[in-house]
């Protein structure tokens, strides 16, 4: 993994790719649960899959500052985990005869790259 010169903007980030699509995935599915739901953990989950993407970028604009941009993807990182979380609480809730394992796996491989992304700026940014 490598940041180029040709990167020009967040948009990219693999990173970036994949966290973009997945709360797109999250905004459907989100959009699906009974309407109880829609502002109470409906919303809670489309805010933190979007800050998933959110903290990339705002630390990308940040990359000049090591420091500020390892800060930002930790918070992506968070907001992933968080995400999981309410996936893993409204799959069992809300979708038990077919379950969001797939949305699961998928965050939970985003986190793992988010994770090599940081640690390739901590020992590779200057």
Not at 18 to 46: C, V
Not at 53 to 69: L, P, S
Not at 96 to 102: I, T, V
Request: with cysteine; hydrophobic share 35%; charged share 30%.
């Amino acid at each position: 993994m490598q940041v180029t010169s040709e990167m020009k903007s967040y948009k990219d980030l693999e990173i970036y790719q994949s966290a973009y699509q997945l709360a797109i995935k999250i905004h459907e599915m989100s959009l699906t649960l009974p309407s109880y739901e829609l502002y109470e953990q409906g919303s809670q989950i489309r805010r933190a899959s979007k800050s998933v993407k959110d903290q990339i970028a705002e630390g990308f604009g940040r990359k000049r500052y090591k420091n500020d941009f390892i800060k930002f993807l930790t918070y992506s990182q968070a907001s992933c985990d968080e995400t999981i979380a309410q996936l893993e609480m409204i799959s069992e809730i809300h979708f038990k005869e077919n379950p969001l394992d797939e949305l699961i796996e998928n965050y939970h491989v985003l986190g793992k790259r988010i994770n090599k992304f940081i640690q390739y700026v901590e020992e590779n940014w200057k």
